[in-house]
């Protein structure tokens, strides 16, 4: 079975700190995405991965930025938390077939962040 | 840009009930995914819709592509309380959401 971690499941910052939520894949996956979900607005990408080193923005980027030095994972940095970012992080991988075709994407648990 | 609208945004349903939630699409889409979130859990993946017409069946699930590619449905059949939690539609390469159905089964 795909497994997908995020490094917590709850975590509280202060605003202006630095946060880092991290994201752990086992199946080789080469694409890696990174969501946040607010109640009403569904699910929005703030920044996916294809490659080692790749990194392109999603709808939301503003905030945010990421890293992926290794295959495996995918970390997500918020280089100065804000009250607005407080909310669920969720984290997904997907195999790349190829040829522009999709495939099903396979996510973490979440991160429900709280920023004071 | 391409946006997507899920109707209806909440669906209350008695158990037994039918319940189906709709993905419409201002442009033609290549494909489409329908994902299920369970209350405090993360989305899983459903099923993939690629052709044109395309009609799918799980168990007491139906998922259907329109003709021009533009709208999907999901169609429960005698809901069951596990069938709770929030039903999204996902599309292109780069997994799209829709803001999603979210669907109460009273017992």
């Known amino acids: 079975d795909v497994k997908v971690t995020q490094s917590s499941r709850y975590l509280v910052k202060r605003t202006g700190e630095k946060v880092f939520l991290e994201c752990v894949q086992d199946?080789?996956?080469?694409?890696m995405f990174w969501y946040r979900q607010d109640p009403g607005l569904g699910l929005r990408l703030i920044y996916f991965s294809y490659d080692v080193k790749m990194k392109e923005k999603g709808d939301i980027p503003e905030g945010y930025s990421v890293s992926r030095e290794k295959k495996e994972r995918f970390s997500l940095i918020l280089e100065s938390a804000s009250t607005n970012q407080t909310s669920m992080y969720l984290c997904?991988?997907?195999?790349?077939?190829?040829?522009?075709?999709?495939?099903?994407?396979?996510f973490g648990p979440g991160t429900r962040l709280t920023v004071l | 840009g391409q946006q997507v609208m899920q109707i209806p945004q909440y669906q209350h349903v008695q158990e037994g009930e039918d319940f189906t939630t709709y993905c419409n699409s201002s442009?033609?889409?290549?494909?489409i995914q329908w994902y299920k979130q369970r209350p405090g859990g993360h989305p899983v993946f459903l099923i993939q819709l690629v052709k044109s017409g395309e009609v799918k069946k799980q168990k007491r699930l139906t998922f259907q592509f329109g003709e021009a590619k533009k709208n999907s449905s999901l169609h429960i059949t005698a809901t069951q309380t596990t069938d709770v939690g929030t039903y999204f539609c996902a599309y292109g390469q780069n997994f799209v959401f829709g803001p999603g159905t979210r669907l109460s089964v009273l017992p």
């Open positions: 997904a991988s997907s195999p790349n077939r190829g040829g522009g075709n999709t495939d099903t994407q396979y």
């Open positions: 199946m080789d996956h080469e694409n």
């Open positions: 442009t033609t889409l290549s494909n």
